[in-house]
């Protein structure tokens, strides 16, 4: 069975300061990892997909298969990141997602 | 291009009732996904469609039942409504081979 765990539920951090969100998936074989966002009163969205290797908005995250990890970074916050983030998985050729239950990021200005 | 819209986005049911949800992908997505999001459990696969075919279905009852048409537009109905129902619905559309999805505003449905 899939799944992706996300440790936190909250996270605060002061204006400025890094940002790491975990995210630890199980799953057999290579899945497709992502990182959605919802930001107060606006709709989910996509924020990077592991393929890609982009940064968005200063984000990136890197997939670790040996420690089935992928965590986003980003090294100075803003208080605009301020969101609802969900590490969220497929498998290869699928479209059918797998989230974990989300990380509240609240920036501190 | 215009966002997915979902249609109504607020409702209120009785338990035993049913209801129908409406989702408008983005133009030219053929495939449109429903996630149902609760406090408890978060976001779950509901189903997923491509041309007016079911590709994929969560673990959810029989109850749970959707279809999409030929302009890809998509409805999920829920049957004999539960308390447990109450959730937020959301439907996500995709073109075809490309893996991110486009999420609509949501469905609050409220069991009474």
């Known amino acids: 069975a899939q799944r992706v765990t996300q440790p936190e539920k909250l996270l605060s951090v002061f204006k400025g300061a890094p940002v790491e969100l975990k995210c630890n998936y199980s799953y057999s074989g290579s899945p497709e990892l992502f990182w959605y966002v919802q930001y107060s009163r606006q709709r989910l969205q996509l924020l990077l997909r592991?393929?890609s290797r982009e940064s968005i908005k200063g984000f990136t995250a890197d997939l670790n298969k040996g420690e089935t990890s992928f965590h986003l970074k980003k090294p100075f916050a803003q208080e605009e990141d301020s969101a609802m983030y969900y590490c969220?998985?497929?498998?290869?050729?699928?479209?059918?997602?797998?989230f974990g239950k989300g990380t509240k990021l609240s920036v501190i200005p | 291009k215009a966002g997915v819209t979902q249609t109504p986005r607020y409702l209120i049911k009785t338990r035993g009732q049913q209801v129908t949800l409406s989702c408008s992908p983005i133009?030219?997505?053929?495939?449109v996904s429903w996630y149902q999001q609760t406090p408890g459990q978060g976001l779950q696969f509901l189903f997923e469609?491509?041309?007016?075919?079911?590709?994929n279905k969560g673990n959810f009852p029989g109850r749970f039942s959707g279809r999409q048409f030929s302009n890809s537009r998509s409805e999920m109905n829920v049957s004999t409504l539960e308390l447990g129902d109450s959730a937020l619905y959301l439907c996500a559309s995709s073109f075809e081979g490309k893996y991110e999805q486009y999420f609509g505003p949501g469905t609050r449905l409220t069991v009474t």
């Open positions: 133009s030219g997505h053929r495939s």
């Open positions: 469609y491509f041309s007016e075919t079911q590709r």
């Open positions: 969220a998985l497929s498998g290869a050729g699928s479209y059918q997602l797998t």
């Open positions: 592991h393929i």
